[in-house]
């Protein structure tokens, strides 16, 4: 769209956009203040985030599911399911099951422990419980408020500017980060030491023992330095992806981003091979978007595994557990 009739086009929307920011406010208050809080037979810890995407919520979700297994806990994970076609309650198999079918967040957390695909937070539960769970990670969660949850666990990226973000669908806010915090028990704060360090003095002045700080770190193949190299995503905030890739000295030549939760046609991934094959480039993407390319291109595309790796207050994870405990 030409710009200033783009910027036209925002002035006159403002007043709806504004109108439905506060009824999407209006509504969450009460959501809170009428919410059932249904007791549930095991703990259930949730990791949430007050943005529409792009936290880290799922690598965060992996990470606390591997230091719950290694503490010898039976811990499941309960999802939504975004993007997935099954409507039903179900196990993931990744055997059987593609992210097409599950959605690709379950799918990506399914190789690292059991997940259960479930539309009611509740059922998912009880399905879990049933199944021998000994501990629940309710994965995206801190808006709902059917079930009483023992941890409210909340994800923030630190690079990102929440102090000019506004509540959808003015913005990428689904509620303001005072009233998410007040409700929260610990914070994983991922980023930059000066990020981490500026965001903490912002938001979470008066939290400080119950901050868990991070950073992401990516596992790069060889093969790929010191080539060309064609990225493309579909994640919540794709800019993040390209600019650690730009940090750790990668030659990427290309960006192709897409919408969040996106599921990719053979047209537009034949684009992004075409766009390799003319610079002589390898292609690069995201391990959540890698679950959803098609197997027949699996071979032409290298995954950057992103693990997030605790930089400090790593007592304050047995905190955490003992907690639940």
């Known amino acids: 769209m030409f710009k200033p009739l783009k910027n036209l086009t ?45 936290a880290g919520k799922t690598p965060t979700v992996i990470f606390l599911a591997n230091y719950f297994k290694k503490n010898k806990i039976k811990v499941h994970v309960v999802s939504r399911g975004y993007g997935g076609k099954y409507k039903q309650p179900l196990l993931v198999n990744p055997k059987i099951h593609t992210a097409l079918d599950v959605g690709d967040e379950p799918f990506l957390i399914s190789q690292y422990t059991e997940v259960w695909v ?44 929440l102090k000019n973000e506004r509540i959808f669908p003015l913005g990428n806010l689904r509620e303001s980060p005072k009233s998410a915090i007040v409700r929260a028990d610990f914070f994983i704060c991922i980023g930059s030491a000066i990020a981490r360090k500026n965001f903490q003095e912002t938001f979470l002045q008066y939290k400080a023992s119950k901050v868990i700080e991070g950073e992401f770190k990516a596992t790069i193949n060889p093969i790929l330095k010191k080539r060309k190299l064609v990225a493309f995503c579909g994640i919540g905030r794709p800019e993040k992806f390209f600019s650690m890739l730009i940090e750790l000295n990668m030659l990427v030549i290309k960006k192709v981003s897409f919408p969040d939760h996106h599921f990719y046609s053979t047209s537009q991934l034949d684009k992004v091979l075409n766009i390799a094959k003319k610079n002589n480039a390898l292609i690069v993407t995201t391990e959540k978007d890698f679950v959803k390319i098609p197997r027949a291109y699996k071979k032409l595309v290298h995954s950057i595994n992103i693990d997030l790796h605790i930089s400090k207050n790593e007592e304050v994870l047995k905190k955490l557990k003992d907690s639940v405990f």
């Open 10 to 54: 925002k002035v006159l929307l403002f007043p709806i956009f504004y109108f439905l920011s506060l009824i999407w406010s209006t509504l969450h208050s009460l959501r809170i203040r009428l919410g059932r809080y249904e007791k549930m037979p095991i703990p259930v810890i949730c990791v949430g985030n007050v943005t529409m995407g792009g």
């Open 118 to 161: 479930s539309k009611q937070k509740k059922e998912g539960v009880l399905l879990a419980y049933k199944a021998g769970a000994e501990l629940v990670l309710l994965d995206d969660g801190h808006q709902n408020f059917t079930i009483k949850k023992n941890v409210n666990i909340l994800v923030f990226d630190a690079e990102s500017n």
